[in-house]
């Protein structure tokens, strides 16, 4: 049976330059005239992510299904501690998406680039002979969310561009690997292009790379809207709780503040505190306790628009601390998309980009004020707005731009690779 590994077996204390000897500098010279130079634009991707394919849907996930309709993806998720000799588990979850999950034994799980002493020679073989692999992915973008396996693997594939995706501060999360922003710098320093969840990241990384766009959270109109037909069933698990209801569904994790959820079960005991997500980095026994708290655990993706319709109130009721500092929550224009009325802490980029369509509070009592005001007498007007905010934001734009970035960049790339 595998079981997630520890992010903090990722603990090396290496300094990094230029990878493999000059092979890591923005992709391999080799490749100059491959893939993007010829005209292709079905150029294959191979992307790192630490989130798993199968867990919280999310933004690796909404791009790369995205870019799969046009681009062979390979996905390759950090290891899991698994019986047996290091190998590699290769299935294809999505269409035209290939993934690889490698599997090692716990006394070999040392860190990111023992990982990658053992996996690459593995891979390689399987882009060599494994039968969804072989062919498909010559000459590729080679693709970073964590710049954790980075200097192991960067330079490796032939890649004719680097990207970096930095969707969160890794380095603020809690069991963050102590070299994580060396590691970062390196995958910055070897990027085309560093795309950000938010602008609060954008301010940040600008400072340290020339290419660097802001891509914030989009939504899938389509999908979310479901939540304003009236056909649409709410599920048993919800619709089971008293209302009101007020709902939050995402992980649940360091960046809740769960004082906050306690106090909002005490203030409304009438009330159903919804919250659907699995546990990450958090002690259940630490959860409040209160009876009409329900957490409901994992959901499917394609389940959330229903659980959203039996929400009164949407909540983002995040905790203000390191952890959050940098994100831009996907689930806000979700919830627009739903129809539903949001109440959020102030997060930094919901407060720059959401306001007034989020009521945002400033303390646990606004907060709950907030959340009273928004069930008693939600805005029709705002939530109209909401809705149109949504679908002005839709993924299919945000990804085709992103594309767009990742071509240019790359064009841009080839005339320096090819004077050097």
């Not at 269409?95 to 020679?121: C, M, S």
């Not at 680097?162 to 390196?186: G, K, Q, S, T």
């Not at 769960?258 to 005991?269: G, K, T, V």
Request: charged content about 20%; overall charge negative; hydrophobic content about 40%.
């Amino acid at each position: 049976m595998s079981k997630e590994r520890d992010a903090s077996a990722n603990d090396s204390t290496a300094t990094f330059t230029d990878g493999h000897g000059n092979g890591a500098s923005n992709a391999a010279s080799a490749a100059v005239s491959g893939a993007l130079n010829d005209g292709r634009d079905d150029f294959p991707i191979i992307v790192h992510c630490h989130l798993r394919w199968d867990f919280v849907w999310q933004r690796p996930q909404q791009i790369f299904s995205r870019l799969a309709k046009k681009h062979p993806i390979l996905f390759i998720e950090d290891p899991v501690i698994a019986e047996g000799e290091p190998h590699l588990a290769i299935d294809e979850p999505y269409p035209n998406l290939v993934r690889i999950v490698p599997q090692i034994p716990q006394h070999l799980a040392v860190n990111a680039d023992k990982d990658a002493e053992i996996f690459l020679p593995q891979i390689r073989q399987a882009l060599r002979t494994h039968p969804r692999l072989v062919g498909r992915f010559d000459q590729p973008v080679h693709w970073f969310y964590s710049p954790m396996p980075a200097p192991g693997y960067m330079g490796q594939f032939g890649a004719v561009g680097v990207v970096y995706d930095c969707m969160d501060e890794l380095a603020n999360f809690r069991f963050a690997p102590a070299d994580i922003a060396d590691r970062e710098r390196f995958v910055m320093s070897n990027a085309d292009v560093v795309f950000t969840g938010g602008y609060q990241l954008f301010d940040s990384k600008s400072k340290l790379h020339d290419n660097v766009h802001v891509y914030g959270c989009g939504v899938d109109v389509e999908h979310y809207s479901q939540a304003r037909n009236p056909a649409t069933k709410i599920p048993d698990a919800v619709a089971a709780t008293p209302g009101p209801r007020f709902g939050y569904f995402g992980v649940i994790d360091e960046r809740l503040d769960y004082e906050l959820i306690s106090a909002l079960a005490d203030r409304f005991p009438e009330a159903s505190i919804v919250m659907a997500g699995p546990l990450a980095k958090v002690d259940p026994n630490d959860l409040p306790k209160q009876s009409n708290i329900h957490w409901l655990g994992q959901q499917r993706y394609e389940d959330l628009p229903a659980i959203v319709k039996g929400f009164d109130v949407c909540l983002m009721p995040f905790a203000l601390n390191e952890a959050t500092k940098y994100i831009n929550p996907t689930k806000t224009l979700e919830y627009m998309a739903g129809g539903k009325p949001i109440v959020s802490t102030a997060v930094a980029d919901v407060v720059r980009n959401f306001v007034p369509l989020v009521d945002v509070a400033y303390s646990q009592a606004e907060f709950l004020d907030a959340v009273e005001r928004a069930w008693r007498k939600p805005n029709a007007d705002l939530l109209a707005q909401g809705v149109q905010r949504a679908e002005d934001s839709s993924w299919d734009s945000t990804v085709e731009s992103m594309r767009n970035d990742v071509q240019q960049a790359v064009w841009n790339a080839v005339p320096k690779q090819a004077a050097a």
